[in-house]
């Protein structure tokens, strides 16, 4: 249900109006603009969209998300609507004056609920790809009877209270006046037949709890935030109604060094003081098998090289991201005698740095971010 109407203007209320008063401008409006009581070629089209307003406002959860978002939720949203479905002045009367007079509610198909379920996958699969078993719990038409509710053999029976119609008619006196009141027939509860001969499986409801296995076909390059849809692989419908559909969440499992930033994969690249010196070639782990990259002599710690094209592929989009790969300068903090008499001998053939310059974003951005 969607509407560029204003819900509290249509009835006339104020925004911070109670539950009362919102109750209270309905009724009235209701009355009189029904069709039944009204001639106004335009009367049915203001009914609806009053009865629409109503409906919105008087649930506390729906009006919530329209005080917020300015409009009601549509298909796949929360708090979804059922369809809305034109009735006499029993729909008004029966909610307000206990029954007075109404229209019976006919059980039209209804899509089945959806089922979501949630797959780890280690990066490697995220990355290529993979198909998958899930076991999912839902509701599905009884194996036995197929959803008719009676035991193989026998078929429900036209209900003798109703003549099969699921209504009655009856009527009565309000203080509107006489009114003639169609409602859902007690006996068949609307449907129009009764099953005389429960099916033993399912005890009558033609609808069953059973755990299935489906195979899932994962393309490459999923992340966490993305979501897969399996049309009519939910629960089953009402009333002859679609089965609803199944939602496939992913949870991805860390890489011991590759960390994911959307299509590009992050890694640090360890140096040791004399590889950034004096410049080097390193074999570095990709999704794709070893690169080698060439480090430049004075290469400094923290400068970024992107390989290109060895990222993910984008799911949703042609090509693959980056590997982004950074330096970072490693200090040895456990030197050997050897060790030390190079580097004091190193030290003394460099000239002393004096270069009191203010420290850079990176630095200060460290010195926020360690809390000193």
């Known amino acids: 249900m969607a509407t560029t109407n204003d819900y509290y203007s249509v009835l006339g209320v104020p925004r911070g109006a109670t539950d009362e008063q919102i109750k209270k401008a309905f009724r009235k409006l209701a009355f009189e603009h029904h069709p039944d009581r009204n001639n106004n070629p335009e009367a049915e089209a203001r009914f609806k969209e009053i009865n629409e307003a109503y409906e919105v406002l008087s649930d506390s959860q729906k009006r919530a998300y329209y005080d917020r978002y300015g409009r009601s939720p549509g298909n796949g949203e929360p ?18 004056f206990g029954g007075a007079t109404g229209t019976a509610q006919k059980r039209s198909p209804r899509k ?16 290529s790809g993979v198909s ?34 699921g209504q009655v008619r009856r009527t009565a006196q309000s203080i509107f006046g006489r009114f003639t009141q169609t409602s859902t027939c007690p006996a068949c509860q609307g449907q129009g037949t009764i099953i005389t001969h429960p099916c033993t499986h399912c005890h009558g409801k033609g609808r069953e709890k059973v755990k299935r296995k489906i195979n899932i076909n994962i393309p490459a390059g999923v992340d966490a935030d993305n979501q897969m849809r399996m049309s009519h692989e939910g629960e089953a419908g ?6 609803g559909d199944l939602y496939i969440q992913f949870q991805i499992k860390p890489h011991k060094f590759f960390v994911r930033r959307g299509s590009d994969i992050i890694m640090a690249l360890p140096l040791n003081f004399a590889q950034a010196a004096l410049g080097c070639a390193v074999d570095l782990p990709t999704m794709d098998g ?28 042609r090509g693959r991201g980056d590997q982004v790969v950074i330096v970072k300068l490693i200090t040895p903090d456990n030197l050997d005698t050897q060790q030390k008499k190079l580097l004091e001998e190193l030290l003394q053939s460099l000239p002393t740095v004096k270069d009191y310059s ?15």
């Open 79 to 96: 708090f979804g609507f059922d369809t809305f479905e034109f009735g006499g002045l029993g729909d008004i009367f029966e909610a307000f």
């Open 112 to 127: 089945g609920a959806d089922v979501v379920t949630k797959i780890a996958l280690t990066f490697e699969e995220a990355f």
């Open 132 to 165: 998958k078993d899930v076991e999912i719990a839902r509701v599905e038409l009884c194996s036995v009877c197929k959803g008719v509710g009676s035991q193989p053999g026998t078929n429900p029976e036209k209900c003798p209270e109703c003549n099969g119609l």
């Open 238 to 243: 009402l009333y002859g109604g679609a089965a």
């Open 290 to 317: 070893k690169f080698t990259l060439k480090i430049s002599p004075g290469v400094q710690h923290g400068k970024v090289f992107r390989i290109r094209e060895r990222g993910f592929p984008k799911i949703n989009g």
């Open 358 to 372: 203010q420290p850079g974003e990176d630095l200060l951005h460290k010195l926020n971010s360690s809390g000193e």
